[in-house]
């Protein structure tokens, strides 16, 4: 088990809505990146987060957005939510970005799912 | 840009057999390797990391994995393969150039079926 926790399991939306997932860091760590996992497929980068600044991001448009508080707890918002962003988003904590080789340490994700 | 490829969907293995878990990249430069392990309704466990040095890389469950340049894979691998092995595997990526911020890419995933 990683001390990385999710909230809440589950979350059903319709089109249009807006949703927002929270993340709680493991203790010690200062980074936090977001991940969606659509049914089948892999994570795919969302974007990172290094005390309390968006410090890299994926292949994702404007209305995927987050912040990073000062206790490195992380929030994901999505906006006008369309039924391609019904996922499991995974959020995954890691001690420091940049060039150290850290692994992650995932939290057991949110469901979304978008009617 | 960096990618992984997990050509098999499935692979199934009698218990006590010795797995493979294959796993080719692409990246612009050198890069970091990793390999994930996911149990139904969890979220990603972490195996083990290639970053430099020895080809050969151990990591948790009596997993390795091999680091071939050559050929841009890192197959995952075990000796005797448990039951409980059974799970949904990911490879993924890093290239060394990024630097400023931790993108790492998955491949696909393959199903781990150990048969008892």
């Known amino acids: 088990e990683t001390g990385v926790t999710q909230s809440p399991t589950h979350l059903i939306k319709t089109r249009g809505q807006q949703v927002t997932l929270r993340c709680s860091s493991q203790s010690g760590h200062n980074t936090v990146s977001w991940y ?4 089948g497929q892999g994570p795919q980068f969302i974007f990172q987060y290094y005390r309390e600044e968006e410090n890299g991001r994926g292949n994702f448009p404007p209305r995927f957005s987050g912040l990073q508080f000062p206790n490195y707890s992380s929030e994901l918002n999505v906006n006008a939510l369309e039924l391609d962003d ?4 995974l959020c995954a904590s890691s001690e420091r970005p940049g060039q150290a080789v850290e692994k992650l340490f995932f939290g057991s994700g949110t469901q979304l799912s978008v009617l | 840009a960096q990618s992984v490829a ?4 499935q692979v199934n293995v009698a218990e006590g057999n010795p797995l493979t878990v294959k796993c080719t990249y692409s990246v612009s430069g050198n890069p970091y390797l990793f390999w994930y392990v996911q149990y139904p309704n969890r ?13 050969l890389v151990k990591g ?3 997993f390795e994995a091999e680091f071939n340049k050559s050929q841009t894979s890192f197959h995952l691998k075990k000796p005797s393969a448990l039951v409980s092995d059974s799970a949904l595997y990911f490879c993924a990526v ?3 150039k990024t630097g400023g911020y931790q993108k790492v890419t998955f491949g696909t995933g393959t199903k781990l079926q150990v048969i008892p």
Do not use: C, V, W
């Open chain 2, 43 to 55: 979220g990603l466990q972490f195996l083990l990391k290639y970053i430099t040095g020895d080809n």
């Open chain 2, 6 to 9: 997990q050509p098999e969907d």
């Open chain 2, 60 to 62: 948790s469950y009596g």
């Open chain 1, 86 to 89: 019904s996922a499991l988003y």
């Open chain 2, 94 to 96: 890093r290239d060394k």
């Open chain 1, 36 to 39: 969606q996992q659509a049914l």
